[in-house]
């Protein structure tokens, strides 16, 4: 779709500030500023809630919640969860949800690099039989995407008890290291990923450091 993608790895930020450099990012893409964007990041505890997202869905108060404007419901973030948040022109896009369906197939074929029989299922994300391996919600703005991916690789899934992602029991959640019955490091799987990434987006992704994002 695009020569050349800008990759970069915010490692560990807070919640708020990542969604404050998307929307930054995202006036720039609309500008035609910068190219597309893949920002891959790590975030502490938060809770999102998307535009269908319900306070009653959450259930402590002890997680930070943002209130966010992609699609869906109840989402948690945490340690051992690989997020991505494309920036990402859908100029070339037949529609936004083959753009979803994009995303889906690089997770698919990630986990399955590491013997996990990832699929699809009625609903958005992706799956291991009847378990959500990860969730997909976006934004668009002028044409231009936002938010994204969460991939739980090695996530303490009984935080998923604090809310119902996606409407959901937290029970559903699964993560890479449970269906592959080892643990599974953030650095492996991201490396899985980009590598499809790259193939199924028909793009080259150059490293940028974080400083060249604003």
Known sequence: MT???????????EYGKAW???????????????????LLVE?????????????????TSDVPVFKIERGGEATYHGPGQLVGYPIFSLKEWPGVM??????????????RDLGVEAGRSTQTGVWVGPRKLASIGLAVKNGVTYHGFAVNVSTDLSRFMLLKPCG??????????????REVGLREFR????????????????????????
């Open 191 to 214: 490396e899985k990923l980009l590598a499809r990434f790259e193939e199924l987006f028909e793009t080259r992704l150059e490293q940028k450091d974080a400083s060249s994002t604003s």
């Open 20 to 38: 404050e450099l998307q929307k930054a990012l995202v006036q720039r893409r609309i500008s035609g500023e910068i190219p597309d964007v893949l």
């Open 3 to 13: 020569e050349m993608t800008w990759l970069v790895d915010l490692g560990t930020m």
């Open 43 to 59: 975030h502490p505890d938060v809770i999102t809630l998307g535009v269908r997202g319900k306070q009653d869905d959450v259930f």
């Open 98 to 111: 083959d753009f979803v369906r994009k995303l889906e197939e690089v997770i698919i074929r990630a986990s």
């Open 168 to 181: 959901m029991e937290g029970s559903v959640m699964t993560s890479l290291s449970v269906s592959t019955g």
